[in-house]
């Protein structure tokens, strides 16, 4: 499977963009949450956690025992919030150790059976789930944050749709939430991997 080099103007380049940053930012909220029982930043906020999760248990195309995968899934709280509508076979990705410590944390400490490892989608490094195996790819800003990497973020972004797609059985899905990237653009670079991309409010549906 190929996937066309999009032609588009890049974003510039930012510190959101690396792996040191992300490094740097989950040590100090693990240590915070250590001291202080904070679970630290919910990327985009609380009220787009609540939607995401809300369209996963109501949509109607996922269920309770579903295998759901969070792309960069940082401290876990959108994996939590799904643990407690029911869901219950949930694995977390981030390639930053600290962020899957802080996670792992944090859902003994609520006590929710959540499955985190720390890998890398666009290098595979790491990456636990065999092919053709997940219901479900959950993003909430990792895809962003990988457009905007100083080094080679389109060709990260061609191997961030691959990997994902080898990862979904037929007819799996993407739930993706972009603050860089419009609905168009999405589906278009969705579509290059040879998928079927329809509106599901914020699902991709791979075929």
Known sequence: MEVDSESEESFAPSALGTKEHWES???????????????????FGEGVQRRMVQWMHSCGLITADSCVVDIGSGNGALLAGLAKKGFSRLIGLDYSLHATQLAQKVAEAEQLNISFHTADIVTMEGVPVPSETCDVCADKGTYDAISLNPDNAEGMRVNYIKNVHSLLRKDGLIVITSCNWTRAELEDHFSKCKAQVKRIRNGINWQ
Request: glycine share 10%.
């Open 25 to 43: 930012q989950y040590d100090a909220e693990l240590q915070n949450f250590e001291d202080n029982g904070d679970i630290g930043e919910i990327w």
